[in-house]
C-alpha cells in the first residue's frame, strides 16, 4: 500500500511537468492529458468461516474510524401479502427495541456518549446490521454489535413507536405528486401485487406483531445468510481473530426464505391520476426491463448512456436545453441484479405542456428506434464511461462495497473488470439490436399525474384513459386508524 | 484522548503511512493557500489516495444580493454558467454574438409593451413577441448543445453539477488526475467569458425548477411564505428560486449585469482536493484563473432585518397532511454565541437521544420527525433558528407546537445535565471526522470556511468553540432569542383531514 502511495504521487509530479512548460492553451482540445498512471486498487481480505459467514475485511487508515455492516439475505419482497411492512418494522424495532441484557433507550445513551453508531434496517432483498465508531471505541460498540445480532429483545414498547413511522408514510403519500408518479408506475411495470411494487396500506401494518419480527429474526439471522464488510483503521489480522472470536462459534441455520420473482408483463394503455394542487405534471412511460447478468446488458449501458446519461444525452439535450419543457428529464433500461428492472422515461412539466411533453417523449422512443446510436454518439458514451471508470474504484469503501455486492447477488469477483472489457466491445448495431429486443412503444404504460384542467390536450388523444384510484384504504382493525383526533 | 491514541498506534505501525487525517495539525501539513494577484483565493489539499481530484469553485454571492425585479438571478445565472462560452458551444461566436445581441434588442421592446398597464397594444405585442421569438430561432442555428457539459462527461468527469442558496453559490465536480490542467482552463473559462445562449429556454427550465421544488410541493409552497413573513427588509425573505413575475420578465442583459458586478475574482475561493501537487496545481491556476479580471470585491449589504416586534403567523390551508414550523431570529455565523446555537441544535435534533425525538416521536408519539436546526436559510446574515414537526396521523399542528413550546421552556428554565453536553461535544468530533472522507466533501468544506471565514482553519476551530460552551451559555442564549416576539410561526392545515373526518361516518 505504501508503494503504491508512493508511486502515484511520483507519476502525478512527473505528468504534470510538461503542462507546465508549454503555454496557455487557447482551446481546450490543444491541452495535455497524459495518461493516467496505472493504478491498482487495493482488495479488501475475503475470509470465509466454516459457519458460511462471509467475512471482507478492506483497511484504511486514513481516519481513526471503523466501520462495519452485515448484510442479511431476505427482506421485503419476500414478506407475506397480508403483512406489508413487516421488514421495514422489524429493522426499525430490531435496534430501538435493545437487547437482552438492555434496552434499546440504554444502547441510544451508550452509543451517543461515545459519538458511535450501530443501526439496524430492512430492504427489498436484504436487511442490514452496522456499526460505526472511533477506532477508541471498537471493542465496546463491537460488542454492542454482536449482543444486538446474537441477542436482540425487539421489545414491544417500540413497535407502536414504527408503527408510527410507517403509517406517517402512508398518511403522507399522496401529498407529492412525483412519489405518487413512482409507486403507480412500479405498479403498472410490475404487477400492483408484485413484491416489487406492492406498498404498505394501515391493515397490513396494523397486522404485524412482536412475534413476527422474532420469527423474522429466526428465519434469516443466521451465518450462513449473512456477508460482512469492515473497512478502517484496524490491522486485518487483529480484526480476523476478534471476528472469529466472536463469530466463529455461531451455528448455522436455515437458508433465507426466498421469493419468486417471475415477473407479470405490464399491460399497456394510458393512466392518471388527478391531483388539483399542483403547476406541474408528473409523466412515466414504464415496461419491463432486463437482468444484469443479460449478455444485453453492457450495449443497453451504453443505449442508456446516449439516451438519458449526463446533460449532453438526448433527452435532455432535446426536451431540457432545446424545448425548455422541463427541469428533470431522465430514463432507460432497467438492470438489477438479481430480477429485472424497468424500462422507465420520467419528467415533470407544467400543466400546460403536458401533452406536448408526451408528444416528445415519444418521439425520442422512435427515435432511439430509428436511430438508435450515431458512431459519434457511441464513442462519446464510452468516452465517458471508460475515462470515469477510476472513479468506480477511487476510495477503499468503494471497491470492498463492489466485491460485497457480487458475493451478494453470486457474480464473478472480478465483474467490474468484466463490465470495462464488455462496454469497449459494443458496437452500433449492438445498440440497433439490443434497443429492438428491449425497447416496445406499443407495450408502454403512460401514466400522467397532474390537473386535467389545465392540460394543452386532453390525454384520450393518446388512447383510452383509465383513472387510477390512489386513496388511501382506512385501517381495517384498531391501532392505526388515519382519522382519529 | 482519541487522537493521542491513534497518534501512538500510527507511530507504532510505520513512519510511511500518511499522518492522520482527522486534525488541524495533519491538515497544516497539506492544505495551502494563495492569493493570486487578480484577488481570486485558491486552497489545494493533497490527498492522493487515488489518481482523482475534485474541486469546488465558490462564488460569494447567492440571492443575498437580489432586489424586486431580480429575484432568482443568481441561480439563473449558475444554470447558465454551463451553456460554454465564446470558444465552448459555438459554431461561430462573431455570427452568434450579433444574434444575440438581436434578441436583447427584440426581448427589451417585447418586454416594455408586455408590461405597459395603460395603452396596451395587443397586436404590437403578439408581432413584438413574434420579433422575439425569431431572432432566438436564429441564434439557436449557432448553438453545439451542451458542448461544455459534454467535454467535461467525455473527459471522465463525474459529479458534475452547482447549487444556489441564500448566501451563495457553487460549483464541482472530479475529474481523473491527468486532466488538471484541462480542468483549470474549462472551470476559469466559464467565468471568464459566458455566453448568454439560449437563455430563454433555461429560463423556462428554471421556473419548471420552481414548479417542482414549491409550487407542486405543499411543505415547499409553505417555507415559501413563512420566510416572507419571518424577514421584512432582509433578502433572506425572498425564494431563492425566485417570484413567478421575476422568473418570467429579468433578461439575458440582467444576469450579465449581475456576473459582472459579483462574479471578480477577489468575491470566489477555488480549492482543489485529491491527488495533486499544490507545486503543480498553483502555476496551472494562475495561468488560467489569472485570466479573470481585477475588480473590487462588492461592498456590503447594506440591508439588515430590523428586529421583529411582534409575533407572525401563516396558516396555509392545504389538501395536504400537516405540518408545523417555528423561527426565531438569531444572530449571523459570526457572532460569538454561534457555537451555542450549534450545541442547541445538537442537543435538540441529533440521533434518538435529542430532546425532541425523545419528547415528540418516542414518548408523546405525536411526531414522526422533529428538529430544530440553526441557519435558516442561511448564516452569512442574521437567520433563523427552527423548530419543525411532521405530525403522525391523528395529531395536529398545535400540539406539536405545545410539545417544542414544552421542550424550549425547559432549555430556558433548566441547565444542561453535564453528561448530555458532554455527549454534544464528543459527538461533535466525531461527526467533524467522518465528514473528512472525500475528495468533495472536502472541497466544499474547506471553500466555504475559507470565503465565509477567511481561513479553512475555523472548520476546526469551530468544534474547538463548542467544546468551550457551558450549561449557562445554552440557558441565556434560549432566553434571549426564544420569545414570542421573536417568532414566526407556520402551519399547513389539511383540508383533507377534516373532509375525512367529517364524512367518516359515511364510508
Redesign the interface.
Known sequence: M?RR?TF??L???A??AP??ASG?????RE???????A?T?QQPKRIALPNGLVIFLQED?????VRGSARIRGGSREEPAAKIGLVSLYGQVWR?GGTKTRT??QL??DL??????VETGGGLDSTFASW?C???SFDQVFGTWVELVRNPEFREDKL??AK??L??????RN????QIAGREARKLGYGADSPYARVAEYATVAAVTRDDLLAWHKATVHPNNIILGVVG?FDSKAMEAALRKALGSWPRGPAAPRADTTLREAKPGVYFVQK?????SQIRMVHAGIRRDSPDYFAIEMMNEVLG????ARL??NI?????????VGGGVGADFDHAGLFQLSM???SGSTAAAIDALYEEIDNLLKTPATAEELT?AK??I??????R?????EVMAERLLYEFYGYPPDFLQQYRAGIEKVTTDDVARVARAHVHRDKLALLVVGKASDFDRPLASFGPVATLDIAIP?GATAG?????? | MCRTLAGLVLIAVGVTRPAPAQDLAAFEKKVSVRTLANGLTLVVCERPEAPVFSFFTHVDVGGDREVPGITGLAHMFEHMAFKGTDRIGTSDYAKEKAALEAVETAYAAYDSERRRSVGRDENKLLELEKAWKDRIAQADGYVVKNEFSEIVDREGGVGLNAFTNSDETGYFYSFPANRLELWAYLESERYLKPVMREFYKERDVVYEERRMRTESQPIGRLIEQFLAAAFTAHPYGQPVVGWPSDLTSFSATDALEFYARYYVPSNMTVVVVGDVKAASVFPLVEKYFGRLKTAPKPGPLRSSEPPQKAERQVVVKDPAQPFYIEGYHRPAFNHPDDATYDVLQDLLSSGRTSRLYRALVRDKKIAAAASGFGGFPGVKYPGLFAFFGVPTPGHTPEEIQAAIRAEIERLKTEDVSDAELATVKTRTRANLIRRLDSNQGLAVQLGTYQARHGDWRELFKDVDRIQKVTQADVRRVANETFVETNRTVAVIQSTQMATARDSGDKR
Open positions: 505504501t502511495a502515484v504521487a507519476a502525478a509530479g505528468l504534470f503542462a507546465l496557455q492553451a487557447k482551446d481546450w491541452i495535455q492529458k497524459p495518461a493516467l498512471p493504478f486498487p487508515h486514513e481516519l481513526p474510524l430501538t434499546g433507550d441510544d445513551d451517543e456518549a461515545r459519538g458511535a453508531r460505526d472511533l477506532k477508541e407502536p413507536l408510527n413511522q403509517n406517517t408514510g402512508i398518511a403522507r401529498d407529492d405528486a412525483g483503521d388539483d394542487d399542483v403547476t406541474q446519461g449526463g446533460f449532453s435532455i439535450s431540457r436545453s432545446k424545448k425548455g419543457l422541463a427541469y428533470s415533470g412539466t407544467k462519446r468516452d465517458a471508460l475515462n470515469s471508470f477510476v472513479f474504484f477511487d476510495t477503499k469503501q382506512e392505526s386508524p388515519p382519522t382519529r383526533r
